[in-house]
């Protein structure tokens, strides 16, 4: 009976290192802040005070120790100011040749070890293992004694286990990285608001840096609340014509006779009221750039109206016998399907050609759900000033939810999301309950399939069984009190 309880508590120990790893490795893209917590982690479990972790640098094939504890000066300034070539010493031999483990007693006598520091270091044991991620090794973990050590068979399972989320982490921020350095070299001093790092809104924000100064006419497809006026702000104010107006008008907003006299003005006299000649804000965009939303909802009159100025950017106010001429650069949005609208006959075929000579689409927020960490960060600091409050941070299972919904609203919906719950939120952090109640009580699992709710719940399950289901000894195994085992059960369908 004392048997079967000491092999619960390993299995419960092997279970809880592993789960601490896997919350450890989602919590920052930091790459050398993950990997130090990490190797602490591993080197407590097993008991053993020194190790490192190498990350592969594949553009100088050099094993680069991302993080390393307990190892003699001399051995470190080695590893860090001439770093092991791949295939060169264990480590790099480890690395190239992808072996599966490699444990030594007796370590630093090992030909293998090929550097003086290395075995001048007096390791009486070391384990190596490969990091792999998409079938590739990305670094090498290494659990290094000085003194003599006895490695269990369960501990080794532990190690070969760790590597996967430590993968993970390795490729995630490696990506990351490389999305950072491109957003870097596409950063232009006015995309204020914008957070791109996922792959569809860097491409969008390629395709802008390539527009800005281009005559043509741009059609900006994109849900309601992707950011579309946005984009077309990016497009003015990184182009020649930034020191000239900006004029934005929603067309859905007004009413056609209205929108008519907004945009091209009036002279006196046209209509009752008109008691002075009115500029238009085409006339006031000269120069500059006219930004036109929810561009389907112009009347057929106005759309021939348009046309003819995008023609040769000529037009009549409304009442006016004289033509003028303005060099007005014009963007259009829409949430609508154009080309569909055009077979419907509610919009002219000629000018949705005029109109959509550059074609920019924005992805809803559900396609690029890696920018909404970020975007949530940048909500947080924005509108901590205009709210008063002093919110630091989001709790991990907020994330997890906000990550994983839908966002019919896009961007503007998140926003106005995180507004809500900052204000709902009493502390310095954002809980899931301050969340709205149609977000808090989504899914909490992520279009992948895997999220930090479905670890603790299979980990949860998992003891359950070791125990057949007796729920008291699971909670004194996994250290909760059964009012919160059971919540916990309940929140994912478990509760009897």
């Not at 553009?59 to 300034?77: G, H, I």
């Not at 059609?219 to 107006?245: Q, V």
Request: net charge neutral; aromatic share 6%; charged share 30%.
């Amino acid at each position: 009976m004392d048997n079967g309880k000491g092999q619960l508590e390993k299995q419960n120990k092997k279970l809880s290192i592993l789960y601490e790893i896997a919350l450890t490795v989602g919590k920052s893209l930091e790459l050398g802040a993950v990997l130090d917590d990490v190797l602490e982690k591993v080197l407590a479990f097993m008991s053993a005070k020194s190790g490192v972790i190498y990350v592969i640098n594949y553009d100088t094939l050099e094993m680069v120790p991302v993080t390393y504890r307990n190892l003699s000066e001399d051995l470190v300034t080695d590893l860090t100011e001439n770093k092991v070539k791949l295939g060169e010493c264990m480590c790099g031999s480890i690395a190239q040749f992808d072996r599966e483990v490699v444990i030594l007693k007796g370590a630093s006598a090992d030909r293998r070890f090929t550097r003086e520091s290395a075995r001048m270091e007096g390791m009486d044991f070391y384990a190596g293992l490969p990091i792999r991620a998409k079938g590739k090794v990305v670094g090498v973990l290494c659990v290094i004694s000085h003194s003599p050590y006895e490695l269990e068979e369960e501990m080794l399972d532990v190690l070969r286990a760790a590597t996967v989320p430590i993968g993970l982490a390795i490729e995630n921020a490696l990506l990351f990285e490389t999305a950072k350095k491109e957003a870097e070299s596409l950063r232009l001093p006015n995309f204020e608001g914008i957070i791109a790092g996922s792959r569809k809104m860097l491409d969008v924000l390629g395709l802008v840096r390539k527009v800005t100064d281009v005559l043509s006419s741009i059609l900006i497809y994109g849900e309601s609340g992707t950011g579309k006026e946005l984009i077309a702000r990016a497009i003015h104010f990184n182009s020649l014509r930034k020191e000239r107006p900006f004029v934005a008008v929603n067309c859905a907003a007004l009413p056609e006779n209205l929108l008519e006299s907004e945009l091209f003005g009036y002279v006196k006299g046209a209509f009752t009221g008109a008691n002075a000649n009115k500029k238009g804000l085409l006339e006031t965009a000269d120069g500059g750039t006219i930004f036109l939303d929810e561009v389907e909802a112009m009347s057929k009159g106005l759309q021939v109206k348009l046309l003819r100025f995008l023609q040769d950017r000529t037009f009549y106010k409304v009442g006016g016998t004289e033509p003028l001429t303005v060099d007005a650069r014009v963007l259009a949005a829409t949430n609508r399907d154009l080309h569909g609208e055009v077979k419907a006959g509610r919009f002219r075929e000629d000018l949705y050609y005029r109109l959509n000579v550059i074609k920019l689409e924005l992805p809803p927020l559900r396609e690029r759900r890696e920018d909404i960490p970020p975007l949530v960060r940048h909500f947080i600091w924005k509108l901590n000033k205009c709210l008063g409050k002093c919110i630091k941070r989001i709790s991990k299972e907020a994330m997890e939810v906000i990550v994983a919904y839908s966002w019919p609203g896009n961007v503007r919906e998140l926003e106005n999301s995180i507004e809500r719950a900052m204000v709902m939120a009493e502390g310095e952090e954002i809980g899931l309950g301050d969340l709205p109640a149609e977000i808090a009580a989504s899914s909490g699992v992520d279009a992948a399939g895997w999220s930090l709710g479905r670890i603790e719940k299979e980990h949860i399950l998992k003891v359950l069984g070791v125990v057949s289901g007796n729920r008291r000894k699971a909670s004194v195994l996994l250290g909760l009190n059964t009012t919160t085992l059971w919540r916990k059960l309940k929140k994912y369908g478990e509760a009897e």
